[in-house]
T-cell receptor, first 113, second 116 residues
């Protein structure tokens, strides 16, 4: 069965530090990969997604992610975080039947100013 | 962008009562909607897939008689928590894909259910 794992449970950074959040998925054929973000008190919104093509995907707010097929990874990166990036980040993949999205456990990012 | 709304945003009820939560796609039609449950500091757990015009598909371990789902129209899905108990207290979130099921999901703001 398709699955996704996020290894970082809670990441604490200072402003301007670089960020990388890990996401690994289990193989399940065609891979669509997503990163969602949930800011405090707000609903989930899409950061970026990969369906095909260039494995380096750029999303909103300066975030990017790289699909590395050989490592089954889709890590999220940002060169310089801001206090406003404090949020919960979720990696997601479709289930094997393609009928729903499976979410990782999430990573809480806390950025201090 | 596409907007999904939920109502109510917060509901407090007594144990044993039933609570209905609405999920609406405001500017697009959704033949499929998803219902999730989120515990504090945890991920979203998919409960069921709501299908317009047919029965909902429930994930393993989710009681379909307890969590009744009705996809009444192309813009409305409802989740009714029947005979609610304190352990049902949680954050319930719905989502709808704009296009295919595995395309970008648009999420509602969530409904916080507190059962006393």
């Amino acid at each position: 069965a398709q699955s996704v794992s996020q290894h970082n449970h809670h990441v604490i950074l200072s402003e301007a530090a670089s960020l990388e959040l890990g996401c690994n998925y289990s193989y399940g054929g065609t891979v669509n990969l997503f990163w969602y973000v949930q800011y405090p008190g707000q609903h989930l919104q899409l950061l970026l997604k990969y369906f095909s093509g260039d494995p380096l995907v750029k999303g909103i707010k300066g975030f990017e992610a790289e699909f590395i097929k050989s490592k089954f990874s889709f890590n999220l990166r940002k060169p310089s975080v801001q206090w406003s990036d404090t949020a919960e980040y979720f990696c997601a993949v479709p289930n094997q039947a393609g009928t729903a999205l499976i979410f990782g456990k999430g990573t809480t990012l806390s950025v201090s100013s | 962008g596409a907007v999904v709304s939920q109502h109510p945003s917060w509901v407090i009820c007594k144990s044993g009562t039933s609570v209905k939560i609405e999920c609406r796609s405001l500017d697009f039609q959704a033949t499929t909607m998803f219902w999730y449950r989120q515990f504090p500091k945890q991920s979203l757990m998919l409960m069921a897939t709501s299908n317009e015009g047919s029965k909902a598909t429930y994930e393993q371990g989710v009681e379909k008689d307890k969590f009744l789902i009705n996809h009444a129209s192309l813009t409305l899905s409802t989740l009714t928590v029947t005979s609610a108990h304190p352990e049902d207290s949680s954050f319930y979130i719905c989502s709808a894909p704009l296009a295919g099921i595995t395309d970008t999901q648009y999420f509602g703001p969530g409904t916080r259910l507190t059962v006393l």
